[in-house]
């Protein structure tokens, strides 16, 4: 049985979500701040994760989470809407994101979907392209793609989140990391290189989108 931490200092929210997980046949656990919730975090498969905490922040117990549990799913929970907001909590670490107010159907159905992509066989499917990401390998038209470590790892920041636009700096934070003193020339160049391999070279790519003057999406297929 799958254990979920539900991690919001509204007793109100714990209560509710608590009540629809465990309908679902989930195992939950809670914490009211940050401290407690990574007290509990080691006994847990996923963790739906308020930013807004005492003692120690959501932003905080994210970073700590993905250092010391690398596997470890997280439901961010924001009350803010804005896509840099978003962005910043899924740079931190966290793979799905609920704005509030929120239904608690649509957290129980996203909680399902990590946990489905993080099971042993987790791949992502998009037509003909499959990306395993506990293999570190993609495969495109059953045959596998010869990726370097940063294109896959570029692919993969991309296909986790279909339809959301990156910037080249989150990009480069993401898949570089945030010391690389790198220039947004250098997306340009891998983002090519992977179209290339997925035999995208026209002026409609199918997977990877440019959005002018901000950077890429991954297409919804």
Same mark, same amino acid.
């Given at each position: 049985?799958?254990?979920?931490?539900?991690?919001?200092?509204?007793?109100?929210? @714990?209560?509710? =979500?608590?009540? %629809?997980?465990?309908? !679902?046949? %989930?195992?939950?656990?809670?914490?009211?701040?940050? &401290? !407690?919730?990574?007290?509990?975090?080691?006994?847990?498969? /996923?963790?739906?994760?308020? +930013?807004? &905490? *005492? @003692?120690?922040?959501?932003?905080?117990?994210?970073?700590?989470?993905?250092?010391?549990?690398? $596997?470890?799913?997280? =439901?961010?929970?924001?009350?803010?809407?804005?896509?840099?907001?978003?962005?910043?909590?899924?740079?931190?670490?966290?793979?799905? %994101?609920?704005?509030?107010?929120?239904? *608690?159907?649509?957290?129980?159905?996203?909680?399902?979907?990590?946990?489905?992509?993080?099971?042993?066989?987790?791949?992502?499917? #998009?037509?003909?392209?499959?990306?395993? *990401?506990?293999?570190? !390998?993609?495969?495109?038209?059953?045959? /596998? /793609?010869?990726?370097?470590? /940063? $294109?896959?790892?570029?692919?993969?920041? =991309?296909?986790?989140?279909?339809?959301?636009?990156?910037?080249?700096?989150?990009? &480069?934070?993401?898949?570089?990391?945030?010391? #690389?003193?790198?220039?947004?020339?250098?997306?340009?160049?891998?983002?090519?290189? +992977?179209?290339?391999?997925?035999?995208?070279?026209?002026?409609?790519?199918?997977?990877? !989108?440019?959005?002018?003057?901000?950077? %890429?999406?991954?297409? $919804? &297929?």
């Amino acid at each position: 049985m799958a254990r979920v931490l539900v991690v919001d200092d509204d007793p109100a929210i @714990r209560e509710v =979500l608590g009540a %629809y997980l465990q309908q !679902e046949g %989930y195992e939950v656990l809670e914490a009211a701040d940050g &401290l !407690e919730a990574l007290e509990k975090i080691p006994q847990t498969s /996923l963790v739906v994760l308020d +930013l807004m &905490l *005492p @003692r120690l922040s959501g932003w905080e117990v994210a970073h700590e989470t993905r250092r010391d549990h690398p $596997e470890l799913p997280i =439901l961010m929970l924001t009350a803010k809407g804005e896509e840099e907001e978003r962005i910043r909590g899924l740079d931190l670490g966290a793979d799905d %994101y609920v704005v509030k107010p929120f239904s *608690p159907r649509e957290v129980v159905a996203r909680v399902r979907a990590l946990l489905r992509r993080s099971g042993l066989r987790a791949e992502l499917v #998009f037509a003909e392209l499959v990306i395993r *990401p506990r293999e570190r !390998e993609a495969l495109f038209a059953g045959e /596998l /793609l010869a990726l370097s470590k /940063l $294109e896959f790892d570029l692919l993969l920041t =991309l296909a986790q989140h279909p339809g959301l636009v990156w910037s080249r700096a989150r990009l &480069l934070e993401r898949v570089w990391g945030s010391d #690389f003193p790198g220039v947004d020339r250098v997306v340009d160049v891998h983002i090519a290189g +992977l179209r290339k391999k997925l035999g995208e070279e026209g002026e409609n790519p199918r997977f990877i !989108e440019t959005v002018r003057g901000v950077g %890429y999406r991954f297409r $919804e &297929l």
